[in-house]
């Protein structure tokens, strides 16, 4: 039989034809010459083929009328292959749709079937892949998406993209593309600071190409260290998506705003206290969200393992008092979210000496509550600010419980979150919220969907700025 030549096929047929063919281990080709097949016998293809375009199936790529960002991920053949895999979630928690492409030493780390089921679609390895290629597929992995991420870039890739090679699917879907690239380099300190590795690094930057990283810190091999660790996951989808959307309005510029996070320590002994879970990565995200909407931002942290939100002033404290102490010191704001979890008591005396087991009855721990900073603020009679939010960690009855905190401390608003271990809150990186809202006597409840705490932040400072501005109207 002759050769087909397929053209103007609508994009969901023709994704559908490549899942249809790898599904049956055809070529896109003789997939085609199947169902043609099939249609030539008595009674032909019903109206519908059921293996083509069913609501049931999946699609390779998002419809454009949906919006949503399309990456192409390069995942290189270096040991940090392994965090790429967290980076597909870090990318689709934030709204993009990713298809991976692996390298042949890619494989050795990482396999294409786990990368297949993170993205939810299958896994490109191979330049020469008749399933893809009947229609130059690499072109389409190139053009058919907003950015492309290589991540690990490894020493080897770069030079390969510097010398404009061509000779596997990912180098070849990177000189034929027309989109933003993102490298973040991986490898070891002596190859990132070898004198060809910075000549490539030159010529890739002076091509447009752009770069996250490499970290500073332990490497892999054993006594080794230095800069040449990939930025992490979170680090590198968030530079993603500062390239993939647009610049954010700045709804909040000229405002002041003033930010808890984290937990507070408070002191048992020298070496001992009492603390929580909390990681600090909402209201850190909150943060980062305040300030790239143009806030002055001062966020007051207890002790967590984060970097400084770019743009923000941040103040590292331990106990509660320390926090409110700092709390108070940043007045006046125009908003203050207090989405630290400050420890509800301290222990009245704290020892100078670390507390010895002496096998006898127990050391007494008399305890005494911290300050309340939400309430001690929300019940200022001057310097408090207009619009003052809080949050409301519960593990029970959790509506009930929030409605009566927003009036017990008399706070504007309060965002409730179940932190059962059951749901992964805290210390995660997704949150479940409810938005509750005080108008007089009536408070309204705005249940939102599950979402990466970076979305709960940008939505959290979008209604910020929607207040104010229907305040002003």
């Known amino acids: 039989m002759a050769s087909l030549t397929i053209r103007k096929l609508d994009d969901a047929i023709r994704d559908e034809l490549r899942l249809r063919a790898a599904r049956n281990g055809r070529s896109v080709e003789d997939e085609v010459r199947t169902i043609l097949r099939e249609a030539s016998q008595p009674g032909g293809l019903p109206a519908r083929h059921p293996d083509v375009l069913t609501d049931a199936a999946p699609r390779s790529r998002p419809e454009a009328a949906t919006g949503q960002l399309r990456v192409t ?149 054993a006594n080794e260290a230095g800069t040449g660790r990939m930025a992490e996951p979170t680090e590198i989808a968030i530079a993603a998506m500062a390239l993939l959307r647009p610049p954010q309005p700045q709804t909040l510029a000229g405002k002041r705003v003033l930010i808890t996070a984290g937990p507070t320590h408070e002191p048992i002994d020298p070496v001992r206290y009492i603390a929580n879970r ?64 400050v420890a509800d008591w301290r222990v009245v005396s704290e020892g100078a000496q670390k507390l010895k087991k002496t096998g006898a009855a127990l050391p007494p721990l008399v305890l005494t509550e911290n300050p309340d900073i939400l309430a001690t603020i929300s019940k200022r009679a001057g310097n408090r600010p207009p619009l003052v939010i809080g949050f409301a960690a519960e593990t029970e009855h959790l509506i009930d419980n929030a409605r009566a905190k927003i009036v017990r401390k008399g706070c504007d608003w309060i965002v409730a979150n179940d932190v059962s271990p059951a749901t992964g809150i805290m210390g995660g990186d997704s949150n479940t919220v409810h938005l509750l809202t005080r108008h007089g006597n009536e408070i309204a409840v705005d249940s939102w969907p599950p979402m990466g705490k970076d979305g709960v932040a940008s939505a959290l400072i979008k209604r910020v700025a929607e207040h104010f501005e229907k305040a002003n109207s």
């Open 278 to 341: 909390s990681s600090g990565k909402q209201g850190f995200a909150i943060a980062a969200a305040a300030a790239a909407a143009g806030a002055e931002v001062i966020l007051v942290s207890g002790p967590v393992e984060l970097k400084d939100p770019p743009g923000v002033v941040v103040k590292r404290v331990e106990s509660a008092r320390d926090m409110l102490a700092a709390v108070e010191a940043a007045l006046p704001v125009d908003i203050a979210i207090f989405a630290a979890a």
């Open 73 to 221: 991920l390069i995942i290189g053949g270096g040991i940090a292959a392994y965090k790429a895999l967290d980076l597909i979630r870090r990318l689709k928690e934030r709204g993009s749709h990713v298809r991976v492409v692996l390298t042949r030493a890619a494989t050795q780390f990482v396999t294409p079937l786990a990368a297949s089921a993170l993205a939810n679609e299958r896994c490109f390895t191979d330049l020469f892949d008749p399933q893809s290629e009947f229609d130059a597929g690499h072109i389409r992995l190139a053009r058919e998406c907003d950015l492309i991420v290589v991540a690990p870039a490894t020493a080897d890739l770069m030079a390969k993209m510097a010398g404009g090679h061509a000779d596997d699917l990912a180098t070849a879907i990177l000189l034929a593309a027309n989109r933003p690239i993102l490298l973040a380099p991986a490898m070891n300190p002596l190859m990132w600071n070898n004198a060809a590795t910075r000549r490539n690094v030159a010529q890739l930057k002076h091509d447009g190409v752009m770069m996250i990283g490499p970290n500073a810190g332990e490497m892999a091999e």
